[in-house]
T-cell receptor
Framework: SAVISQKPSRDICQRGTSLTIQCQVD?????MFWYRQQPGQSLTLIAT?????????ESGFVIDKFPISRPNLTFSTLTVSNMSPEDSSIYLC????????????????FGPGTRLTVL | QQPVQSPQAVILREGEDAVINCSSS?????VHWYRQKHGEAPVFLMI?????EQKGHEKISASFNEKKQQSSLYLTASQLSYSGTYFC????????????FGQGTELSVKP
């Protein structure tokens, strides 16, 4: 399976500032996603990062607050803008590996996450 | 729409069995199961596809009832390492491959 790394692994930020999270994959992947996991909660999809075009955002998430870049098939960034304490969460990058080698289904794997605390 | 998992939490003794259920209000293409340990990323366990294809993992198996739009995860002879939060993720035909996760089931295995 693909190896996914994220930077930073954690950060403590002040209200009103912005943080950019990087996601690097060791192989080319078609689909990359960004999720948020608030403390003790499930995973919520923020957006699909599309290579060469604007990200596709889920209901409740907007580009001005969570701008996303995907310059190539192995890298994406998520920025959390104008942060408030409500943005304190774990942010996870995820990639989808296409089926192949006799496997007809796609599998989705997660990076280690970025733990963000906003004061 | 988020799938519903049950139970919300379960406590087992080592060697006991458990079943975690996941149900959706929508017709599903696939169901994915993940386990997340505290402070770590979710780890892929299993996928079940419409039509029956699946992948197993250790002593963990699963079923997928397409008509009832339900999936169940079976953990047999549980080990301490099985402790964690289990999430089902569903893909329906209108989601374009996006995974929508249930609220999670916290499993604790005691010695």
């Amino acid at each position: 399976s693909a190896v996914i790394s994220q930077k930073p692994s954690r950060d403590i930020c002040q209200r009103g500032t912005s943080l950019t999270i990087q996601c690097q994959v060791d192989s080319q992947v078609t689909m990359m996603f960004w999720y948020r996991q608030q403390p003790g909660q499930s995973l919520t999809l923020i957006a699909t990062a599309n290579q060469g075009s604007e990200a596709t955002y889920e209901s409740g998430f907007v580009i001005d607050k969570f701008p996303i870049s995907r310059p190539n098939l192995t890298f994406s960034t998520l920025t959390v803008s104008n942060m408030s304490p409500e943005d304190s969460s774990i942010y996870l990058c995820s990639v989808e590996e296409l089926g192949g080698g006799g496997r007809s289904y796609n599998e989705q794997f997660f990076g280690p996450g970025t733990r963000l605390t906003v004061l | 729409q988020q799938p519903v998992q049950s139970p919300q939490a379960v406590i087992l003794r080592e060697g006991e069995d458990a079943v975690i259920n996941c149900s959706s209000s929508k017709a599903l293409y696939s169901v994915h199961w993940y386990r997340q340990k505290h402070g770590e990323a979710p780890v892929f366990l299993m996928i079940l596809l419409k039509g029956g294809e699946q992948k197993g993992h250790e002593k963990i198996s699963a079923s997928f009832n397409e008509k009832k739009q339900q999936s169940s995860l079976y953990l047999t002879a549980s080990q301490l390492s099985y402790s964690g939060t289990y999430f089902c993720g569903t893909v329906d035909f209108n989601q374009g491959g996006k995974l929508i996760f249930g609220q999670g089931t916290e499993l604790s295995v005691k010695p």
